[in-house]
């Protein structure tokens, strides 16, 4: 065998030595690139649902009860106390008609007694007079004045029969410490005890408002008879 043919032999064995090397290998598996996991996705928390001791208690949500008012009532008028009491040598123009107006409240045939009054300053006596007949109650009439203003208080006997007559009733005042029935006719007010009676009492007035009237009346005092 010439040197060429060798050659080539050797180089032909050499590649088929080498194809079956290759062909004699198992190829590696196929791993598929891991797959990322997905991200997890955080679950929504409920919102906390406030315990007992958080819940306001229900006694807080209802509103306040609130007092009812109560509306105010009339004061009722305070209770005079006893003209007996009264001291008469207060009474308006005593020092001129005191002996008299103490003469009368013995001599009269009262069952009740006489009274006089105690006026506010600028009052004066315009008239006094009483009498005593016989076998009948007697009678006194005094007049108060101040300016256009006039006060007459009769008391006793003084006119037989007589009742009053009133365009209104104004309900009840003191005459001194008797209560007696106020009322207003043409303008004037008059107190009426016991009217149309042997003995009753009598207190009118002009030119003056209620309030004043009825405070001049409620402040009569006594006049002892003794």
């Known amino acids: 065998m010439s040197i060429s043919v060798r050659r080539v032999a ?3 064995a050499i590649g088929l030595t080498v194809a079956g090397c290759g062909a004699s290998q ?7 690139a891991a797959t990322p996991s997905p991200l997890e996705t ?15 208690a229900a006694s807080a949500l209802v509103a306040p009860t609130v007092a009812p008012t109560v509306a105010p009532t009339d004061t009722p008028a305070p209770t005079l106390p006893p003209v007996a009491a009264g001291n008469p040598t207060k009474c308006l123009g005593w020092a001129a008609y005191g002996a008299e107006f103490t003469k009368a409240a013995k001599s009269l045939k009262f069952n009740v007694n006489v ?4 006026l506010p300053s600028g009052w004066y006596v315009s008239s006094f007079k009483w009498s005593q007949p016989h076998g ?7 007049t108060y004045k101040k300016k256009t203003a006039v006060i007459t208080i009769s008391e006793g006997n003084f006119c ?10 104004l309900g009840s005042a003191y005459f001194g410490d ?4 106020l009322r207003l006719t043409a303008g004037e007010y008059a107190l009426y005890v016991n009217p149309g009676a ?8 002009k030119g003056v408002t209620q309030a004043a009237f009825t405070s001049m009346a409620a402040a009569l005092v006594k006049v002892p008879k003794s």
């Open 26 to 32: 198992t190829p590696a598996p196929f791993v598929p």
């Open 115 to 118: 009274y006089c009054a105690v």
């Open 178 to 181: 008797m209560t007696g029935s």
């Open 42 to 56: 955080p679950l929504e928390t409920p919102a906390e649902t406030p315990t007992a001791s958080e819940t306001p």
């Open 198 to 205: 042997v003995v009753q009492y009598q207190m009118v007035g």
């Open 136 to 142: 009948v109650a007697g009678s006194l009439v005094a």
């Open 10 to 12: 050797v180089a032909l």
């Open 160 to 169: 037989p029969g007589c009742a009053y007559v009133a365009d209104s009733d």
